[in-house]
Structure formats: C-alpha cells, structure tokens
C-alpha cells in the first residue's frame, strides 16, 4: 500500500521561508513524476511545482524564483523549499507522486504565512 506523509508546514511570517517534505513508502514500482498540489482559501487546488524523474522542474508562475521543488529517488522522497513567503500563499500543501497509471496524494500539511 502505497503511502505519502508530509512533514513541515506551520505558520511563518511573510517573508520567511519553510520547507515541506514528503516520504513515499510502500511502492514497487519506480516513482514517476512528483508534484506539489495547494488549496488556498476560497481558491480551486493548483499545481505549484513539479519535478520529472529526470529532475526536469517547473512552476506556477507565482511561485517562481521563491520556490524550489527537488526530489530523492533513493530515499523517495520529495520536497519543496519555500522563500519569501507572502500571504497568497497559504493553503493547505499536498505532495502527489504518478506511479504506473494512478496519482498518489498525501494528507496536506497547512502552510499558513501571516504577521
């Protein structure tokens, strides 16, 4: 049974900067694409960065330049390293890996930026 947690998130003042991580276990398949979902208040989820298994990246074009996504196909695991963090960008944080033909997703992890 395939299993994503999430690790990281919390409250932090605009900006600073958090680090979310998420540990895959429990697949015997290569990991395929990952990604990094959010649920803003008031707002439909979006894809904040994805990441290939070659390492190819990209972003929403909010986060750009503040936000870097990276993965560890040893330990499997992904993360999502997050810098100057501004309002907009709090929600509820969900890490995704594509293994085979079917999307995992973790249990979100809140990310909250406010003074």
């Known amino acids: 049974q395939v299993q994503l947690v999430e690790s990281g998130g919390g409250l932090v003042q605009p900006g600073g900067s958090l680090r979310l991580s998420c540990a895959i276990s429990g697949s015997r398949d290569n990991l395929g694409p990952m990604a990094w979902y959010r649920r803003s208040p008031g707002k439909e989820r979006e894809s904040v960065a994805t990441i290939t298994t070659f390492g190819n990246t990209n972003y929403v074009a909010s986060v750009k330049d503040r936000f870097t996504i990276s993965r560890d196909n040893v330990k499997n695991t992904v993360s999502l390293q997050m810098d100057s963090l501004k309002p907009e960008d709090t929600g509820v944080y969900y890490c995704?890996?594509?293994?085979?033909?079917?999307?995992?997703w973790g249990q979100g992890t809140q990310v909250t930026v406010s003074s």
């Open positions: 995704n890996v594509v293994i085979g033909w079917q999307d995992y």
